[in-house]
Structure formats: structure tokens, C-alpha cells
């Protein structure tokens, strides 16, 4: 059993990487930027002892030594998952809202591990399929995907609009910290986690729909009514369930194969179309506010999409990927479960 630093810990992927450590039988201590925040984190885990689960503030990822009392604990840690990074495309300055914190915040915790943090051996950093794939490519079918591929985004690309600055943000971030163990050589070891679109139930006591992360906000579009008359493009066509991933950080965590490796965590293909029509044939008491079968948008592109190879993830992490269905229908309980 390790020692966890948690960073992040209100979001959506971290609030399930934690109940996948507490179920593993790591103690965890994670980061949010309030206390307020941190106690919301406790007082849903109450049957947890403070010595398995606790929190320390850290206001702003981007500022530089951000994290050097954060990963100081007494017993120390072994081990630091990194989750927190800006992604949402309400930005109205690309390098202030994304491109720096998600640099800066990446490199700032690998320098803070460096420096203060000796005993930790391993670094699981989330990065995104957005730092792989090469948008300027469209749909490249039959290109195959693979953790060998980097988006070869510029910093000039990046200023152009969010969703170029959200792309450049993580590819930026993540080549940050593969630079850095090779230039600062470090006693740890690192992982990245490059998920695509990531669906799945949000945890309960995520409160409020307005909070929701970017990627199932589609899925609420679904199910109530704003997709009715057209369903949007599905835009990237691979996704993964947030559980998966969840247990893929904590398994790269655990593993010594996993050691120094990237790894693209995907379930594989959907569509907008394919959402809607789960969420009808599961959901009859929506079928007011679902899109009816044969409603315009959301279907696959014509000329095909690209493929993806995810056997990495398979034979190190041992990760066996749930399927849309299952994903989609936990999703839609949990929204209605907080008002959706």
C-alpha cells in the first residue's frame, strides 16, 4: 500500500481515481483549491479515518513553487497522481487560462517532487488523446493512432482559439514532463494517461449540473431536449468510461512495468447518434426530450475515422474496457440522481 498525493481532487476523473486508491488500500491526501472544497471530499467519505484520506490547499497550480508544501507529509509519499488541469473552453486568454497553468502546473509539481518529496517513485500525470492525435489530419481514416503519435500544434496554433489552446495545453504539458525527466534525470519514475473524450457517472456529490465537466455535458444535452431538433457533431469519435481511466492512473501507480510509459486509454468508437438512441431505448420516461430516431447530426463521417491502437493499456495495465451502453446508462442515473 502507497502513500498518495491526489491533485485535483474535486474533479471529475480524480474524484473516481480516489475511490479507486481507497478501494486498493492506499492512503491518499488530496489537493483543492479551498478548504471548503476539501471538506465536501471528507464529509463523503466519513467512514474513512483521516490517517487513509485528508486534503491540503493549493490555490493556484500555476504559480511557481505551488506544490512544495503539498507533497511534504509525514508519512511521506511514494507516490503522486496529477490530475488537475484547466479544460473548459469558457477562456477569454489562451496562454493565462490554459497553456500556463497546465504547463507551468505539470512541470511546477515534477520540480516540487524533485526537490522535496525524495521518497516518491512514481508520477501518473493525465494528459489527453489531444496531445496525440493531429487535428490538421480531419478524420485520417485509416491512420492508426498509437501512443508513438504527438500533435504537432504550435505555441502561434495555440493562441488562435480555445479549443487549438486546449489541444497545445496538454501536448505542451505532457512534453514538459518527458523533457524533464530526461533533462533532471529525478529518482521517480513517470506514466501519462492520454484519454479521449471521457464519459461516465459523476460522482454524487458533485451538486450541481452547471458544474459539469465539458465531456458529459453532451449527454445531458441529450436527455434534456437541447439536442431535440438536431444532435451536435460528435467531434472525436473515441472515448473511454471515467471509471476505466480511473483505475488505469491508479494501476500505472501500482505496476513497475508501468514504469516511463505513455498510454492511450480508449474503449473505442461512438457517436452523438449512437448516445441518443442508448439513452431513448433505456430511458422511456425522457422520450419527450431525447431526439427521435432518424433526428439530423451526431452520425459518423462518411469517408470512415481513424483507428486506434490501445493494446498498450490492455497488456500492462490490464484495463478491460466497459462498453458504451453500460457507460451511458450509469451516466444518465447519475445526472437524474443530482437533478438532470
Not at 471530499?41 to 503539498?70: C, M, R, S, W
Not at 489541444?167 to 519514475?189: D, G, Q
Not at 470512415?304 to 474496457?321: A, C, F, Q, W
Amino acid at each position: 500500500m502507497s502513500r498518495v498525493l491526489l491533485t485535483g481532487g474535486t474533479g471529475f476523473i480524480a474524484a473516481h481515481v480516489l475511490d479507486v486508491l481507497l478501494k486498493h488500500g492506499h492512503s491518499v491526501v488530496t489537493t483543492v483549491r479551498s478548504s471548503q472544497k476539501g471538506q465536501i471530499i471528507l464529509d463523503n467519505h466519513k467512514t474513512v479515518p483521516k490517517a487513509k484520506l485528508d486534503f491540503t490547499i493549493v490555490e493556484d497550480i500555476a504559480q511557481p513553487g505551488a506544490f512544495d508544501k503539498a507533497v511534504q507529509s509525514d508519512p511521506p509519499f511514494e507516490v503522486v497522481i496529477h490530475t488537475a488541469s484547466p479544460f473548459h473552453f469558457n477562456v477569454t486568454d489562451n496562454k493565462k487560462d490554459l497553456l500556463d497553468p497546465a504547463v507551468i502546473g505539470t512541470t511546477g509539481i515534477l520540480k516540487s517532487v524533485k526537490q522535496h518529496a525524495p521518497t516518491v517513485k512514481r508520477v501518473v500525470i493525465t494528459s489527453s488523446f489531444a496531445s496525440i492525435i493531429n487535428p490538421s489530419k480531419g478524420t485520417n481514416p485509416g491512420y492508426s493512432y498509437s501512443e508513438n503519435d504527438w500533435n504537432p500544434i504550435t505555441e502561434e496554433e495555440a493562441l488562435q482559439n480555445p479549443s487549438n489552446g486546449y489541444r497545445a495545453s496538454k501536448t505542451f504539458a505532457e512534453k514538459a514532463s518527458w523533457e524533464f525527466l530526461e533533462k533532471e534525470k529525478p529518482n521517480f519514475t513517470i506514466a501519462t494517461m492520454c484519454p479521449p473524450l471521457v464519459l461516465g457517472p459523476i460522482v454524487h456529490y458533485l451538486q450541481s449540473l452547471d458544474k459539469l465537466n465539458t465531456s458529459n455535458q453532451r449527454i445531458a444535452a441529450i436527455m434534456t431536449g437541447k439536442a431535440k431538433q438536431e444532435l451536435p457533431p460528435t467531434g472525436t469519435f473515441i472515448w473511454v468510461d471515467v471509471r476505466d481511466l480511473a483505475l488505469a492512473h491508479v494501476k500505472a501507480a501500482e505496476l513497475p512495468d508501468a514504469a516511463n510509459k505513455r498510454f492511450f486509454i480508449t474503449a473505442g468508437y461512438f457517436s452523438n447518434e449512437e448516445i441518443a438512441d442508448i439513452v431513448r431505448d433505456n430511458f422511456p420516461d425522457l422520450k419527450d426530450e431525447v431526439p427521435t430516431k432518424g433526428t439530423k447530426g451526431g452520425e459518423y463521417p462518411e469517408g470512415g475515422v481513424y483507428k486506434y491502437d490501445n493494446s498498450r493499456s490492455k497488456e500492462v495495465l490490464g484495463i478491460e474496457y466497459r462498453g458504451l451502453k453500460e457507460s451511458i446508462v450509469d451516466t444518465v442515473k447519475s445526472l437524474q440522481a443530482v437533478g438532470g
